[in-house]
């Protein structure tokens, strides 16, 4: 891959980030116009969710799609983006490279995991207990029990074989918010770098910002 293309990989992970700055305060920005809509149904660990997906690809494209996600016993088994599955991979590190992605992989990880390095990875960890409920506008619910999860990776090199390689490359501000009580993924922003994505983008890459939309 040429330093040319390396750059564009990287760039896309700063444009991603703004955008993923921008839409978060943007759903946050008028609560009270929301309060009525229905807290997050307590889930039993099987169960399937369906996002309104923002997705961010290199280059700068930017579509909404429908991603679904299908869970049995608290473990991720299928998971879909407009009808397309992506293969379960897509999730896990080095593809899912903020760490995200292994917490939707395995709900029981997100209420283990604590402030911590991880290992070997680089990237540092931080959960915290919100105390008010979260409601964001572009969701249907209200997440009453948050548990916040950030994440920051630094990378001088990270090359995926066969997908692309990223240089030099910060990526801060990757989140999951997870309603404790219902137990369901509340709203996530997810960077991977997987073929799968070549179906909805032009590369490998996407940026996808999930906000809750049904759970059955």
């Known amino acids: 891959m040429s330093g040319r293309a390396l750059f564009t990989i990287t760039a896309a992970l700063v444009i991603a980030a ?19 809509k229905p807290s997050v149904p307590v889930a039993n660990g099987t169960f399937t969710t369906v996002y309104e997906a923002k997705v961010l690809c290199k280059g700068g494209k930017k579509f909404t799609a429908e991603l679904t996600l299908k869970y049995h016993n608290g ?12 293969p379960l991979a897509a999730f896990k590190y080095p593809h899912s490279f903020t760490y995200i992605g292994e917490l939707l992989l395995d709900l029981d990880k997100v209420e283990k995991v604590g ?14 207990h919100d ?9 249907s619910f209200v997440a009453r029990s948050p548990l916040v999860v950030e994440t920051s990776f630094n990378y001088s090199r990270l090359a995926i074989k066969g997908h692309g390689e990223l240089i030099n490359a910060t990526i801060n501000g990757a989140m ?3 309603d404790a009580e219902a137990r ?32 059955k």
């Not at 105390?131 to 969701?139: E, G, I, L, Q, W």
């Not at 509340?186 to 996808?208: N, P, Q, V, W």
């Open 18 to 36: 703004l955008m993923a700055s921008a839409v978060w305060l943007a759903a946050g920005a008028y609560p009270h116009a929301y309060m009525r």
């Open 75 to 86: 473990k991720l088994i299928e998971a879909t983006l407009n009808g397309r599955e992506i």
């Open 115 to 128: 402030n911590k390095t991880v290992r070997p990875l680089g990237g540092i960890v931080h959960k915290r």
């Open 131 to 139: 105390t008010k409920p979260v409601n964001f506008a572009d969701s």
């Open 176 to 178: 999951l918010i997870f």
């Open 184 to 215: 369901v993924p509340y709203f996530f922003m997810l960077d991977t770098l997987h073929a799968s994505m070549r179906e909805f983008c032009t590369g490998a890459f996407a940026h996808i910002v999930a906000f809750l939309k049904e759970v």
